[in-house]
């Protein structure tokens, strides 16, 4: 499968000419092959200083299929245990780096391509996107998800100048790194909806062809939801493609609001340590848990603005305060994360245009599908979705809603919440 990025630059009903910078992306068995030949005879063969960023995993799983590119680079093996895209794998790799590198492969899933990107545009080098799992959607990303001094964060990086996916390879990847990758895809639900409430809140800028390319990649992913399990390689295709274009969602957009928000938040906030210890959970099992606790919250709350039973009040953000010294202060991050949330979104948005706002807000929730359908779909591709799986317990529920939405300014209906009173009934 060859994506013709010819498709995407473009002008759009959103008044905005949408980019991107990728020349080519190739989806198919024998995708290396065809990265060799431009290596050696293509438009790549100017490049004559590679560096190639992988790790121990993703060394091992490619050294075979890879090895006449090996041979031609230079070669950067980080460990794979505890990895993290921080500044220290950072470090490691300006240390290695000789100073006529003038290209990098990034060989790995999403830790490795964000330390590549990030690499790539400190030092003006561009990079190579090898996939080696389908397990998210940030490999054409243009941004990087670092984690920078303890702090989660949104780091602006460059987008691959192609994308080589061979099918050989992350169609064998292990089946709960592909998981992850639906999983990911999964979150989209939420994010779309916060993209669509904060429009209709703040005016907040929203386009709807790319709303749409998002929604298409969901479909196409949850459409093969038990081929994709089972490891069929056209169904794993599926899911490489629909990942790829959540990312150039991302760059079209110029930022990742088409592919992130509150269910992201709450993985950010569990991968800070902040609630809890260091959990054995990849990034996208963690949105998945985020999605189910952030979904059943939403619908919550549309239930109780269908009967009548949903206010509106002020926004006093001494609510928190005192829970945001506890858990991040002893983190050392109470600082940065109020750095982080100044100034605070909530204050963009009327007590009364809220009011205004609540029946389009839940027709906009009853558009998500139930608990029930999401678990249903999670089960089927053989994702995690039960919080107790990702090593958590329910104790940390109601403190990871309260907390999550500081993890980012942006707003989502989980933020805007804070200016929400529901009010149970006797039935309820």
Not at 133 to 157: C, L, Q, Y
Not at 310 to 316: A, M, N, R, S
Request: proline fraction near 3%; aromatic fraction near 6%; charge should be negative.
């Amino acid at each position: 499968m060859r994506v013709d990025t010819d498709d995407f630059p473009r002008s759009c009903s959103c008044g905005k000419a949408h980019y991107t910078g990728i020349k080519e992306i190739l989806i198919e068995a024998g995708a290396i092959e065809k990265l060799e030949e431009e290596l050696l005879n293509g438009d790549l063969k100017e490049y004559i200083s590679p560096l190639v960023i992988c790790d121990t995993n993703t060394h091992n799983a490619t050294e075979e299929i890879m090895e006449d590119i090996y041979d031609r680079c230079q070669v950067l093996v980080l460990d794979a245990e505890g990895l993290q895209a921080d500044e220290q794998a950072v470090t490691i790799v300006e240390n290695i780096m000789e100073d006529d590198i003038d290209l990098i492969l990034a060989v790995g899933s999403g830790t490795i391509h964000d330390i590549s990107r990030f690499v790539a545009h400190r030092y003006k080098v561009p990079f190579i996107s090898v996939p080696t799992a389908a397990s998210v959607d940030g490999f054409v990303s243009t941004v990087a998800a670092m984690n920078w001094n303890g702090v989660k964060t949104t780091v602006p990086a460059d987008a691959p100048m192609c994308v080589y996916a061979d099918t050989n390879i992350f169609a064998n990847a292990p089946g709960r790194l592909t998981a992850s990758g639906v999983a990911d895809m999964l979150g989209k639900y939420i994010c779309l909806a916060d993209w669509k409430i904060s429009n209709v809140l703040t005016g907040e800028y929203f386009c709807s062809e790319i709303a749409e390319m998002e929604g298409r990649a969901l479909k196409t992913v949850k459409s093969s939801l038990r081929a994709i399990a089972a490891g069929e390689e056209d169904a794993c295709e599926k899911l490489m493609y629909a990942l790829i274009l959540s990312g150039i969602a991302v760059e079209m957009t110029g930022n990742s609001r088409p592919a992130s928000c509150a269910e992201h938040h709450v993985a950010h906030l569990w991968e800070m340590e902040v609630l809890n210890e260091h959990l054995d959970a990849l990034h996208g099992e963690m949105v998945t848990i985020g999605a189910i606790l952030v979904l059943r919250e939403y619908k919550r709350i549309a239930n109780a603005i269908s009967r009548g039973r949903c206010y509106v009040k002020d926004f006093d953000h001494k609510e928190d305060e005192e829970l945001l010294k506890e858990y991040f202060g002893r983190k050392g991050l109470f600082e940065k994360i109020r750095e982080e949330n100044t100034p605070e979104p909530l204050m963009d948005i009327h007590p009364t245009d809220l009011e205004n706002s609540l029946d389009e807000i839940r027709d906009i929730i009853d558009k998500l599908p139930d608990e029930d359908e999401f678990v249903h779909m999670l089960e089927k591709a053989g994702c995690k979705n039960r919080i107790y799986e990702i090593g958590l317990d329910n104790s940390v529920v109601e403190l990871t809603l309260r907390l999550a939405p500081y993890t980012r300014r942006r707003l989502s209906l989980l933020r805007v919440s804070k200016m929400l009173e529901l009010v149970e009934g006797e039935n309820d």
